[in-house]
C-alpha cells in the first residue's frame, strides 16, 4: 500500500512540472510570435515606403517624358494656340490667359523643328498657368532652351534646388531658327 502512495505522489510531482513546462513554452511561443510579429511589419511597412516611392518616381518620369514629347512633336491643340493668347503690354509676357481656350501646348511646326512665335509666346507664360495648362500643379518645373553647349537662350519655371527630393531632366535636340538646339525639361518635388 505504501508503494501505491508513491507511486500516486510521484504521478502529482511530474504532473506539476510538465505543468510548469507546458506554461513556459506558452510563454515562449507567444514572445517568438511577438518577435516576428513585428519583424514582419515592419518589413511591411519598409517595403511598401520604397513602393510608394518607386510610384512616385515612375509617375514624375512619365509626366517629364509626355511634356517632353508633347513639346517637340506638336503644334499644340488648338493649332493656333499662341494667337490665342492675349499679350499683356504688348511685350512677350503672356501672363493674362483663358487657359480653357488651350488644350495642349505644342511648340512644332514639325517633328523637332519648334516655331519661333510659339517659343517666344510659351517663355512668355506665367509659371502657375503653365503648371496648369500642362496638369503638373502639385509638381515644380522649368522648361530651358540651351545651345548645344549648355548656355542658356529662354528659360521659363523654377530651377531645382539642392533640398528637391525627386528631380527629373530631359533633354531633345531639337531645331530652333534653322539651328540646332536642345530643349531641357525638369520636373521635381521637394
Not at 34 to 63: A, D, G, P, R, T
Not at 121 to 133: A, N, R, S, W
Amino acid at each position: 500500500m505504501n508503494n501505491k502512495k508513491e507511486k500516486i505522489n510521484l504521478k502529482k510531482i511530474n504532473l506539476g512540472k510538465k505543468a510548469q513546462v507546458f506554461t513556459t513554452d506558452a510563454v515562449f511561443s507567444i514572445i517568438l510570435f511577438v518577435v516576428i510579429l513585428i519583424f514582419m511589419l515592419s518589413v511591411w511597412n519598409l517595403y511598401s515606403q520604397k513602393l510608394q516611392e518607386q510610384h512616385i518616381n515612375s509617375e514624375i518620369e512619365l509626366l517629364a517624358l509626355q511634356i517632353a514629347d508633347i513639346l517637340v512633336s506638336s503644334p499644340g491643340a488648338p493649332n493656333n494656340w499662341e494667337e490665342i493668347v492675349v499679350i499683356q503690354n504688348s511685350s512677350e509676357n503672356a501672363s493674362n490667359l483663358n487657359s480653357t481656350s488651350i488644350v495642349t501646348l505644342g511648340l512644332a511646326n514639325q517633328d523637332r523643328k519648334l516655331s519661333l512665335a510659339k517659343t517666344s509666346v510659351f517663355f512668355g507664360f506665367d509659371y502657375l498657368i503653365l503648371k496648369e495648362l500642362f496638369n503638373v500643379e502639385r509638381y515644380d518645373l522649368q522648361v530651358r532652351l540651351m545651345e548645344l553647349n549648355g548656355t542658356t537662350l529662354k528659360q521659363v519655371g523654377i530651377a531645382p534646388g539642392n533640398s528637391s527630393e525627386r528631380s527629373v531632366s530631359l533633354q531633345r535636340i531639337i531645331l530652333y531658327n534653322e539651328t540646332a538646339r536642345r530643349l531641357q525639361i525638369t520636373l521635381w518635388s521637394g
